[in-house]
């Protein structure tokens, strides 16, 4: 299975802060990298689909970046809505597995 | 707009059974996958498996196998999953997740989830 890790597991911010969630795949994965947000109590959101590409309605302060086995998610202005968890997740093969997540809480 | 509706939650025993429904609606529900995900308390996101709605064929992690099926009813728009031979283990939150493809057939991620089932394994 493909393993994801993320770095860091926990980050406090500031309202207003740019912030950068780095996921690394344990093989190239090419571009099948996607960014979902939970909210406690919530279940999980795609943010962003094909290492790059934001779904729809997605606010534009979110962007992703990466290739191969190395992604970056970045908000370039924490708004109090993005306050929460953070999580990669590969589609290259069988089985799907998820990074172990970013948790994003209030400074 | 697409939704995805999940049974209530649930309280059962180890070595019972468990079967969880999510009903779909806004869109074809035979022309996408729906995915399974567990979330135990305070964890992160463990895949479970597919279940097509269109041919009923499956695909389940590994860890599963033997003891877990999903299947589907189409003329309700449901899917459902059924785990056996529950431990404590498999306390957790269960979601339903219809995979989003593009035209080229590309998987791009699952969207939208259902809301989640708490299932509580606990005697």
């Known amino acids: 299975d493909i393993q994801l890790t993320q770095s860091p597991s926990f980050l406090s911010a500031s309202v207003g802060d740019r912030v950068t969630i780095t996921c690394r795949a344990s093989?190239?994965?090419?571009?099948?990298l996607v960014w979902n947000q939970q909210k406690p109590g919530k279940a999980p959101k795609l943010l962003i689909y094909?290492?790059?590409t934001l779904q729809s309605g997605v606010p534009s302060r979110f962007s992703g970046s990466g290739s191969g086995t190395e992604f970056t998610l970045t908000i370039s202005s924490l708004q109090p809505e993005d306050f929460a968890t953070y999580y990669c997740?590969?589609?290259?093969?069988?089985?799907?597995?998820f990074g172990p997540g970013t948790k994003v809480d209030i400074k | 707009q697409v939704h995805l509706v999940q049974s209530g939650a649930e309280v059962t025993k180890p070595g019972a059974s468990v079967k969880v429904s999510c009903k779909a609606s806004?869109?074809?529900?035979?022309?996408?996958?729906i995915h399974w995900v567990r979330q135990a308390p305070g964890q992160g996101l463990e895949w479970v498996g597919w279940?097509?709605?269109?041919?009923?064929?499956?695909n389940y992690a590994q860890k599963f196998q033997g003891r877990v099926s999903m299947t589907k009813k189409t003329s309700i728009n449901t899917a459902y999953m059924e785990l056996s031979r529950l431990t404590s283990d498999d306390t957790a939150v269960y979601y339903c997740?219809?995979?989003?493809?593009?035209?080229?057939?590309?998987?791009?991620?699952?969207?939208?989830w259902g809301q989640g089932t708490l299932v509580t394994v606990s005697s």
């Open positions: 997740a219809r995979e989003d493809v593009s035209t080229l057939g590309v998987v791009l991620g699952f969207d939208p």
């Open positions: 094909a290492a790059s």
């Open positions: 806004g869109y074809t529900f035979t022309g996408y996958y």
């Open positions: 997740q590969q589609l290259y093969s069988y089985p799907p597995t």
């Open positions: 093989q190239d994965i090419t571009t099948y």
């Open positions: 279940v097509n709605p269109s041919s009923g064929d499956t």
